[in-house]
């Protein structure tokens, strides 16, 4: 391998080598820009002091695409022993053993797992240390097809109503592929059974109101044209991801958390942040405020007992 195969880039107290910068991970195409692994790195590298606090702490899955786009993918969840003693771990019990998942609580790490061509960070819902425990809860609006944002707009706007109404602070995020991440901050004190349950029950309240919309069914051919409330990453081990993550898709398009009055934006779509303006988006901090303290869900269950169909 050549000088020209390896970068070395700078990440506080560490430096991180970034083999074959120049190998494309996102082919043009169709509109699409192409993208390098060096492209890769350096959004990265900017989105950082964003991103970071949404991934400190938590184990991750990551998706990793070594040829790029073109080639095979992998879901990395253990920890490969080749990995460098300074990036962070954590074991966590599953069903006959363990996992040792990659925790990344720093830039380093972060380009690391770029180098290893992560495109997608995915990460769990609870921290460590506190594994069992969420301290987020997330609903994922998924249409039906490519061309219904209408509809995911419109199902945004209704659960961040109904969530107002049970005085639960809420979030949303592009998810870069086909809809919109409602994420709310809990105090990580109930399970993810409970956890889960409730937001079952939500979106069940959800769907009551609005039949021929929306849809809990799990199975694609029970959906038809409705969009699908997905609750089903609260679960123990279930993963989501994580904002300001890439998506491997062509354009390179991004996680994005965004502001809930940007919801109107006429040109709003699952995929209209890219590497390209992402980081220009996280610096009007659209979640200002929000995750700053979690609820609990006790208060909440009261008031959505009361409203849900007998």
Not at 136 to 164: H, I, Q, T, Y
Not at 225 to 243: E, F, H, S
């Amino acid at each position: 391998m050549t000088e020209d195969d390896v970068r070395t880039v700078r990440a506080g107290r560490r430096t991180v080598e970034v083999h074959r910068p120049h190998k494309v991970l996102f082919p043009a195409g169709d509109g699409a820009k192409e993208y390098t692994k060096a492209d890769l790195v350096d959004y990265y590298r900017s989105v950082a002091p964003f991103m970071l606090p949404h991934l400190r702490g938590r184990p991750l899955m990551l998706e990793r695409h070594p040829d790029g786009l073109d080639g095979p993918l992998f879901m990395q969840k253990n920890t490969p022993d080749s990995y460098p003693e300074w990036i962070g771990r954590v074991e966590v019990p599953k069903e006959g053993g363990t996992v040792c998942h990659t925790v990344c609580d720093d830039t380093a790490t972060l380009l690391y797992l770029a180098d290893q061509a992560s495109l997608t960070l995915h990460r769990w819902l609870s921290r460590v240390g506190s594994v069992e425990r969420p301290d987020r809860m997330v609903f994922d609006l998924d249409p039906a097809g490519e061309d219904d944002f209408a509809l995911v707009r419109e199902a945004a706007w209704l659960l961040g109503e109904l969530l107002d109404e049970l005085s639960l602070p809420s979030a949303l995020m592009t998810t870069g592929s086909r809809g919109l991440h409602v994420v709310v901050p809990l105090n990580g004190r109930h399970d993810f059974d409970e956890v889960r349950r409730f937001a079952k029950d939500v979106a069940d309240t959800l769907v009551a109101g609005h039949p021929d919309r929306l849809t809990t069914a799990a199975r694609k051919k029970d959906r038809g044209d409705r969009l699908y409330l997905d609750i089903q990453r609260n679960g123990y081990a279930q993963t989501a991801v994580a904002p300001f993550t890439v998506r491997a898709k062509p354009g390179a398009p991004v996680a994005t958390p965004m502001a809930w009055t940007q919801l109107d934006d006429p040109g709003l779509d699952a995929r209209r942040w890219t590497i390209a303006d992402a980081v220009e988006q996280a610096r009007t901090n659209p979640w200002a405020g929000v995750m700053a303290k979690g609820r609990a869900l006790g208060p909440a269950r009261r008031r959505l007992n009361a409203l849900m169909p007998s």
